[in-house]
């Protein structure tokens, strides 16, 4: 029986940890029948390590997505190893220390800019350069943490976190013509190094010891890495601008 990604080529940014819902996606993707190809940063030895363990060899790159010049050259890399894309996965998100920890109302514009640049703008830089290799019928999938709400500690991640989603949306729009789709999965707070990242991480994850209708286990990605695979899939073909959420149902529980 053939797997869901049958004969799809899909580049998967942000796999650092085995631990990473990224890396999770990976693994599924090529067990469903994809070729995998990774991009890195700011250590592609790191991803090259971390890419051993998966199922089968997947070429990894270097792709700074703040960079013009890494950007120019992705899709020329790409091509000569996969000819084509069929999909995307969007997992880049970084704020500076001081845009995070409670530091909400102190942090100068310059820290919110890198974060927006790196977390939202890149969504749209990054297809925008993969571009011309997108089929019609590809999937752009990236990750969220519920920007509905403001988290203890997350800070200037949200609003970055928003913008991605508002991006999300328009990009959908612009990319519907073209058969192309954009989606978003929200998922429950991950045992990551983006998690780790975040002082106090800790405090905004216990939430979900409280909250959440289902059980909610931290250190296990899948749940989410089969979000991300199921709407790379082509069982979602009229899905677009949409936030799936796999988060053991907390966004639906007021308290």
């Excluded at 289902?214 to 989410?224: G, H, I, S």
Aim: aromatic content about 6%.
């Amino acid at each position: 029986m053939s797997g869901i990604l049958e004969g799809k080529r899909i580049l998967i940014t942000g796999v650092l940890m085995e631990s990473s819902i990224a890396f999770h996606t990976a693994k599924l993707a090529q067990e469903q029948g994809a070729e995998v190809i990774l991009t890195a940063f700011p250590r592609p030895t790191l991803t090259e390590r971390i890419a051993k363990k998966l199922p089968k060899p997947a070429k990894v790159i270097e792709l700074d997505v703040t960079n013009q010049e890494h950007l120019d050259r992705v899709a020329g890399l790409v091509k000569e190893e996969l000819g084509g894309l069929d999909g995307i996965v969007h997992s880049i998100g970084f704020a500076p220390q001081d845009a995070l920890g409670g530091n909400f109302l102190n942090t100068p514009f310059e820290s919110v800019a890198t974060a927006m640049h790196v977390s939202a703008f890149s969504l749209k830089s990054l297809t925008m350069a993969l571009r011309e290799l997108l089929t019609p019928g590809s999937s752009i999938v990236g990750l969220t943490f519920d920007a509905q709400y403001a988290w203890p500690q997350y800070d200037w991640m949200g609003p970055a976190k928003a913008a991605l989603e508002a991006t999300s949306r328009y990009m959908a729009r612009d990319l519907g013509k073209d058969d192309i789709r954009c989606n978003l999965i929200s998922a429950g707070p991950i045992g990551s190094m983006a998690a780790k990242s975040i002082p106090g991480f800790s405090e905004l994850a216990d939430v979900w010891n409280h909250r959440s209708p289902m059980e909610w286990n931290m250190a296990d990605p899948e749940p989410a890495g089969k979000g991300v695979v199921a709407l790379l899939s082509d069982w979602f073909p009229k899905t677009t601008g949409e936030i799936i959420h796999v988060d053991g149902g907390l966004h639906a529980v007021g308290a």
